[in-house]
Structure formats: structure tokens, C-alpha cells
């Protein structure tokens, strides 16, 4: 039996596409992971009317609109916290946040360490072009040094932000990078995350072919290396995890370094909601009051006399 | 009869406060308590003036009857309230003549002196140390303190003859308790809040009372996840209220606006404090109605809920979480210091007033945003069979998908303006949306708006003046102002505010005032003061 709602037949991947046409750039990475999502969705059978799937803004953060669930399309930067508010009032929900770069690692990246470290059952999806695509080609927090952007016509002089190692240390429970190009990879590391238990992490180095010209399919082809299979690395092993993950951008420097791609880091722990549950347990709290119970309180306030 | 008691921060003054006003609750008396602390744990100067009648009363006079000064500091500091025949109790260690000296024990060094003061007090005002007893015995390390409460009783003599009423009028709360209890018998399911003074004791209150109360208190990161994922419980179908002050409230506004294009109901509690900036964080103001009024981006329908009282607090509280629901709009409830955290004796008559929401008829396909006559559009949570809902911070169309084009931007623009419409029509014509006073029959009336009532209504009735008080800001009563203010020769405005914002909202709403009355040093309005000045016009 697993932990989420599964339908008895299985609906086909296209069955939760919606009628709206993606407004993505022809060769534009995203167009994978929406049908990597919806892959997975069949093949884990997701009822459409249990998945909630929440963006902030940006090209990536459209994917939920080509998508048959429920979503949100919030602000920039706030899908998660609005995830996790959908995940505490109906923890039976799937909730998935698509989101871009700019997105969690920018403007929103304040939300991280929190959602992370309180290990809410959450899959987040992050579509990482290494550019801001939607508002025209300004470096992102993860861009490697020196690209050009529109305003940075010199190439930017900060350092990148490494995705994988953050959430690591953040405390993420599951992390795992993967790669456009290869929509099989993908397709299995965005399962594994759906069916994990707790915080999951997906970054997807997903091209953004309009704007950000060396970080391109062309790039990763040759460089991708698949950590588990590979490598041979263990996902249950943290300090491997941490190490591989700070060797992730050192293809930005070295030509001969590989693009690593994998499940990092998986390790089913209690999550917030267990520890909820604990808790109501350990107190003897009530989920709905009943009436008596809320009558009790009412006389409790009156005053005596009266 | 007022009462001042002065000490160092962390020496249970407010403590002392609290328990003296229960004491005379129980013994059927009205009590009001104006708390003063500064922004600090130790080491500050805390006082509080309890004042109590026969009548109802909701305010303190500057100028008191007894002062107790518990240390050397609160002698020069409270002279100032002292008149000419003001008895004053000091410590046995302070040299001042013609005072009373009283032996302040504390429990621990220079902490909780509450058990002692509460004696002195008893003894001095002729009450029988029994009735102390109560509120004693709710102190931790019970005997020690018992024993304190027993001696310092012991050491002064009576002077005065307060007697015991019999009957009660009610029991010592706080506007934010009744905000708290109000929006649980609303149908609160989740109260999200990051501490800030002074709602902070909402987000205490119901956390100490998740349990019995059945609902879920949340801290998050900061206040921009505080009002995110209230969006995303609300979205998911329960109902949530948010509460800060005003710098809390400035970062969440651009979720504000979010709640109102995508139409996620919502309650926040702001609870005023004296700015602009970080400011004086544990005083009074009333300077955020403009903000509560205008913030965020864009154009979307809201109310905004003033209320003056803890009774009203409650009432509208619960009444909030209705409106966010029905009309699945962002309602703002506009409080303070003053009201959130001064001691008043209220009866309150609880009843839970949960209305659903219009939801989904599952007949035909669902459109979130589905046009109809009023603007409001039937709700489907997720999780919902055969339903696909999708909401966007984007304009969008019936569905919830983005659009922009000229004609689906007015379609959706228009269908809020209904719903506008809707709320102002259905809010002005069925809810209580002014407070008008039966007394008055000079032609001079004062308007005022949220926790000010508390004063202005009772010099007013004592000086026979009108009183209008708006509970609605948005949308604004104002026909019923006009009405009320007609045959009125001369309107004063009573506020807490440096620059004037009710007197803006009224000049919006094209009502004429003539004079001001403005106090803005994070104090509200003393009685005494407040009639010196009416008087004088
Ligand atoms: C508060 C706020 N600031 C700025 C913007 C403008 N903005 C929209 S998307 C975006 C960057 C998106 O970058 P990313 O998340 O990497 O998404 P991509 O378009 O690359 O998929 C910016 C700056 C906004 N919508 N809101
Ligand atoms: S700008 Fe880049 S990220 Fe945006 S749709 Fe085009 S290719 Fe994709
Ligand atoms: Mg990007």
C-alpha cells in the first residue's frame, strides 16, 4: 500500500496534459519535465484531482498550467510556503512545487531551509536554466562565473550557488539532479520523489535555449554521468552525498569534469506530519472539537456569578 | 477610584495588575487597566492604572488616587500623576513623608513582588484578604508566595471601605482574547502568525489552546510565509486568520494582493503599534487605517473591521471570518495595543456563528472563477473529484488560466467589481456598520474610530455629547455618518494619529469636520485629559 491516494486503473500520461498549449520556446528544456511529470503521474497512478502542483513565476513556474491537477500559480519566490500551507491543512494531498532558479534560489530562497529541515512531505521541482528566462536573460543565483547576461555585459563576477549541497545541508531528506536531455532519468528521479516520504529536492538542469547560450543540451551531452548507476555511488550515505555534491560545479572550471546526475541523498525519516501525529497523540488532541468539548470551554470563560 | 503601580520591569507589576483587577471583578466591580512596559525584559520601569466603578468604564484617568511605588524610580517618575490628595504607598525603604510604607517582597531578587503588592493593596482598600486568595493560589511556588501575600497584608493599616457588590459584571480579558475566541467560533481551523507585539498574545493564546480549542497554532519563517501559507490552507479549504502588527503586515502585502486577484479568503488581525518603522513597539497607535486601507498593489475588493472594544472584538472577529468566506475576499481587522492588551471586564455570550461558503454544485463543469450576478463564483477544494481548480496570482479567466487580452482582462476586472458591489450593498444594508450614540443632545459630536471609543464614549456621555464611531472602514457607513452627523452644528474628530487618517477617510467619503483632536506619543487618550481639552471648546 503506498503512503498516497492511487487510482485503481491507470490513466495514460496524456490524459493529464490540459487543453492549454505550452507557451515555451521551441527547444526549451521545460517541455521534458512536463512530460516527465505526467509520466510519473501515470505510472504511480495519482488521482488528477489529488495532485496539487504550485509555482511561483517564471517560464518554469508555467509547467503546472500544462498540467490536468490542481494548482497554484502564486508569486515569485512564495510557492513554497504556499505548499506547505496546502500540505498542513490536507496532508492527503500531493503537492509538487515547479519552480525555477530565480525562483527558490533568489527571491524565495528565505523559504528553504525551513521547509527542508521540517521535513513536510513536499516534492519540489526546479527547473534550472542558470538564467532568469522570463523576465529577458539576467544572470540567476546559480549562473556559473562569466556568463553574460543583459546586465552583466561583462559576465557576472559573483560565484554560483550550489543547489544540491544547500539542500543537503538544509536537511533535505531526498536530492537528486537530472537532466532534460534525458527524459528516462528523469521520468525515474521525479517518481522516487513523489513515492519519498518527507522533503524532496529535483533539480533538473533544464536549457534554456533563448538565453543562456553555454549551459545548452549540447554542453551537458557529453558531460552528464550517472552517479548511482556509474559511479556506483549509495544514496543512503550523507557524507559521500556532501562530498559528491561539492564537486557538482566543478565542471564550470574544468573541461574534463562530468555533469553529475542521480539520486545524491534519500533517507526515509519521520516527517512533520509524523511528528505531528506524535504529538496529538502523546496530548490526546482532538482533529474537530466536538461540541461538549467546546461547550466546556465556553462555560470555563464565563464568569461564575453570572 | 484610580490606582498606579510602578516598578522595575520583571518585578510582576503587571502581574500585580492583572490579579488586583480579578479581585475586583469578582467583587462586581468594572475594571479597566491601561498596561505600560517598554520594549525590554529587565531593567525597564513597568506601570499600570487600574481604574474601577460601580459603572462601566473603559479608561484611566492621568491623575490618580493611590500611587504604590515599589522602587525609588516610580517616586520621581509618577509624580506627575500625582494630585493633591493622592496617597501614596511606597517601599519601607524609600524615605517620603507623609507616605505610607509598605515591605515589597519579592520571591526571588528584584522578581515578583506581585503577591506582596496584591496584599498591601487588599488591606489598604478595606477588602478581606479571602478574596485575594484565589488569584494567589495560581502562582507558582504557591506557599512562599501565600506566605508573602499573608504579611504584607499584615503590615499596613485600612483605609478606605471597598465594598463587595456581589454581583459581577464580568471577568478581566483582553481585546486580543476576544479577537482569538472570536475568530475560533468563526471557524477558525489554523491561527499562522510570526510574534510581533502586540498581536503576539493572539498567536500565545491559541497556541496554549490548540488542544481543547481543536485548532493548529503555526510559526513559520517570517511573515511573507505567514500570509503564503495561510493562501495555501485557505486554498486547500480551511479557514485561517494571520496576525502582526504594522511591519508584518508591510511584508505581506504583496500576498495581499495575491489573496485578492486569485480570491482566497482570509483574516488578518493588525494590531497597531507606534511607528512609523520598529518605532515605539509596546505602545498604543492608531496610524496603519490608511495603510489597512490601501495596501497592496492593484485594484481588489476588502473590508476592513475597526473594532473598539473586547465585546466588538469578538463579535467581529467571528463576523470577519464569515465575510472572508462568503464573499472569499481578504478582510483586514484593524486593532492596536491599547485594545489587544489593556484589562477589561467583559461578559461575553459565546456562540459558534460558522456559515458555509457557497460551494460547487458538481452539476456542471467547474469554473473557479464561473461568472455570475453578485461576482462570487462557488468554491471546490482539492481533492475534489471531477473538479480541476486552478488559481493564479495572473489575471485570468473563468478557469483560472491566464489571459490578457483586453476583453478577458475587463471580463474578470468587472466580475470583481460585482462582487464589490455585492459586499458594499449586502455589508452597509445587514451588518452593524456604525456605532451612533443615544446620549448627545448638545450639537457638538465626536467621531472616533477603534479603541479611542473606550474614552471618548465615556467623557461623552458624561458631558452629553453625540458620538459616531464607524466598525466599517471599508466599506465606509457613509450615509449613516451623514444621517447622524445632519442636524449636528460642530464635529470634532478624536484619534490617535499624528497626521490625521480619519479625517481623511471621512473628507473621502465627502463628510466635514471642524476640528481635530489628535494624540500620537503612543498613549491613548486619559479621561481627565480628554475632558480638560472638550471642555475648553
Ligand atoms: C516580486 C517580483 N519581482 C520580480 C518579478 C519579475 N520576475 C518574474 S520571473 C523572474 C525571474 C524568473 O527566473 P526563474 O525563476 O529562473 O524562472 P525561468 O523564467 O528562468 O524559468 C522575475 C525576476 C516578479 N514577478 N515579482
Ligand atoms: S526563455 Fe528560456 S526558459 Fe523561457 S521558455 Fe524560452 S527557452 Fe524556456
Ligand atoms: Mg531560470
Not at chain 1, 510519473?40 to 511561483?56: D, H, R, T, Y
Not at chain 1, 550550489?162 to 537530472?178: E, R, S
Amino acid at each position: 500500500m503506498a503512503h498516497f491516494q492511487q487510482l485503481e486503473v491507470q490513466l495514460k500520461p496524456a490524459d493529464y496534459r490540459s487543453d492549454i498549449e505550452p507557451t515555451w520556446c521551441p527547444g526549451c528544456g521545460d517541455f521534458s519535465v512536463v512530460a516527465a511529470c505526467t509520466k510519473a503521474f501515470s505510472e504511480l497512478k495519482l488521482p488528477p484531482e489529488n495532485i496539487v502542483q504550485v509555482s511561483g513565476i517564471g517560464c518554469s513556474s508555467r509547467a503546472p498550467l500544462f498540467m490536468k491537477s490542481y494548482s497554484v500559480h502564486t508569486l515569485h519566490g512564495r510557492a513554497l510556503p504556499v505548499a506547505v500551507g496546502i500540505k498542513l491543512a490536507n496532508p492527503n494531498l500531493t503537492v509538487i512545487v515547479q519552480t525555477g532558479d530565480g525562483d527558490l534560489f533568489s527571491i524565495g530562497s528565505g523559504h528553504n531551509p525551513h521547509a527542508a529541515r521540517r521535513n513536510i512531505d513536499l516534492t519540489v521541482i526546479c527547473m534550472d536554466n542558470q538564467i532568469y528566462g522570463l523576465t529577458k536573460n539576467q544572470v540567476s543565483p546559480t549562473s556559473r562565473e562569466g556568463l553574460y547576461g543583459s546586465l552583466t555585459p561583462y559576465g557576472t563576477i559573483d560565484k554560483p550557488l550550489n543547489p544540491i549541497a544547500t539542500m543537503l545541508a538544509y536537511g533535505a531528506t531526498f536530492v537528486a539532479q537530472t537532466y532534460s536531455g534525458n527524459p528516462k532519468h528523469m521520468t525515474e528521479v521525479i517518481k522516487q520523489a513523489i513515492v519519498h516520504r518527507g522533503f524532496s529536492f529535483v533539480n533538473v538542469l533544464s536549457p534554456c535555449p533563448t538565453f543562456n547560450r553555454v549551459d545548452t543540451f549540447k554542453y551537458y551531452k557529453s558531460r552528464t554521468k550517472d552517479i548511482n548507476k556509474e559511479l556506483g555511488h549509495d544514496p543512503t550515505d550523507y557524507s559521500k552525498a556532501l562530498e559528491l555534491a561539492f564537486h557538482d560545479l566543478d565542471h564550470y572550471y574544468d573541461p574534463n569534469a562530468p555533469v553529475p546526475i542521480g539520486i545524491f541523498f534519500k533517507k526515509e525519516t519521520e516527517t512533520y506530519h509524523d511528528r505531528v501525529n506524535a504529538v496529538k497523540a502523546r496530548y490526546k488532541a482532538v482533529d474537530k472539537p466536538t461540541p461538549e468539548l467546546i461547550q466546556s470551554f465556553v462555560d470555563a470563560c464565563k464568569p461564575k456569578a453570572i | 477610584m484610580n490606582i498606579l503601580i510602578g516598578g522595575k520591569a520583571g518585578a510582576g507589576i503587571k502581574e500585580a495588575g492583572k490579579m488586583l483587577a480579578q479581585v475586583l471583578a469578582s467583587m462586581g466591580y468594572s475594571v479597566f487597566g491601561y498596561v505600560d512596559y517598554p520594549s525590554l525584559i529587565r531593567g525597564g520601569h513597568n506601570f499600570v492604572i487600574l481604574r474601577f466603578s460601580e459603572k462601566d468604564i473603559y479608561s484611566v484617568d492621568r491623575k490618580v488616587d493611590i500611587i504604590v511605588a515599589t522602587d525609588r524610580r516610580s517616586v520621581n517618575l509618577h509624580t506627575v500623576s500625582s494630585k493633591e490628595n493622592t496617597l501614596w504607598i511606597v517601599d519601607e525603604k524609600i524615605d517620603m513623608s507623609n507616605a505610607l510604607k509598605a515591605p515589597f517582597k519579592e520571591v526571588a531578587p528584584a522578581f515578583f513582588k506581585s503577591s506582596s503588592i496584591l496584599g498591601v493593596i487588599l488591606k489598604v482598600l478595606g477588602i478581606s484578604p479571602e478574596k485575594g486568595i484565589p488569584v494567589v493560589e495560581r502562582l507558582p511556588q504557591r506557599d512562599r508566595n501565600f506566605f508573602i501575600y499573608t504579611e504584607a497584608y499584615k503590615s499596613v493599616p485600612s483605609l478606605f471601605k471597598i465594598e463587595d457588590k456581589k454581583i459581577k459584571k464580568g471577568i478581566i480579558t483582553t481585546g486580543n482574547e476576544c479577537i482569538a475566541l472570536g475568530a475560533v467560533d468563526g471557524g477558525l481551523d489554523f491561527y499562522v502568525a510570526y510574534p510581533m507585539t502586540p498581536a503576539t498574545s493572539v498567536l500565545h493564546y491559541l497556541a496554549e489552546r490548540q488542544k481543547e480549542l481543536g485548532i493548529k497554532a503555526v510559526h513559520p519563517e517570517n511573515e511573507i510565509a505567514v500570509i503564503s501559507m495561510a493562501v495555501g490552507i485557505a486554498y486547500a479549504g480551511k479557514r485561517v486568520m494571520i496576525g502582526t502588527s504594522g511591519g508584518g503586515f508591510a511584508l505581506m502585502t504583496e500576498t495581499l494582493s495575491l489573496s485578492g486577484m486569485a480570491e482566497i479568503p482570509l483574516v488578518i488581525y493588525e494590531a497597531q503599534r507606534a511607528g512609523p518603522s520598529t518605532g515605539v513597539p509596546t505602545y498604543t497607535s492608531q496610524s496603519d487605517l490608511l495603510f489597512s486601507l490601501f495596501a497592496g498593489h492593484g485594484e481588489f475588493p476588502r473590508v476592513v473591521i475597526a473594532p473598539g472594544y473586547p465585546q466588538e472584538a469578538y463579535y467581529l472577529a467571528r463576523l470577519a471570518m464569515n465575510i472572508a468566506w462568503k464573499y472569499q475576499i481578504p478582510v483586514i481587522l484593524i486593532g492596536d495595543k491599547h485594545l489587544g492588551e489593556s484589562y477589561f471586564t467583559v461578559n461575553l455570550n459565546r456562540e459558534r456563528v460558522v456559515e458555509n461558503p457557497i460551494m460547487w454544485d458538481k452539476k456542471e463543469e467547474y469554473k473557479r472563477y464561473c461568472f455570475t450576478e453578485n461576482g462570487i463564483s462557488p468554491l471546490a477544494f482539492p481533492g475534489t473529484p471531477g473538479a480541476v481548480v486552478k488559481v493564479t496570482s495572473y489575471e485570468h479567466n473563468e478557469k483560472g488560466l491566464t489571459v490578457e487580452s483586453a476583453e478577458s482582462v475587463l471580463l474578470m476586472q468587472d466580475k470583481r467589481l460585482r462582487k464589490l458591489r455585492t459586499i458594499k450593498e449586502q455589508l452597509l444594508k445587514n451588518e452593524k456598520t456604525v456605532m451612533i450614540s443615544e446620549y448627545g443632545k448638545s450639537d457638538i459630536a465626536l467621531i472616533t474610530w477603534g479603541s479611542t471609543a473606550g474614552v471618548v464614549e465615556e467623557v461623552a456621555k458624561e458631558m452629553d455629547l453625540k458620538v459616531i464611531r464607524p466598525l466599517f472602514i471599508e466599506p465606509f457607513p457613509a450615509q449613516e455618518v451623514k444621517r447622524a452627523i445632519a442636524d449636528v452644528r460642530r464635529i470634532v474628530v478624536v484619534e490617535c494619529s499624528a497626521s490625521g487618517q480619519l479625517d481623511k477617510v471621512l473628507s473621502m467619503n465627502g463628510i466635514k469636520f471642524h476640528k481635530t483632536l489628535r494624540k500620537y506619543d503612543g498613549r491613548p487618550f486619559f479621561r481627565d485629559e480628554l475632558k480638560r481639552i472638550l471642555e475648553k471648546l
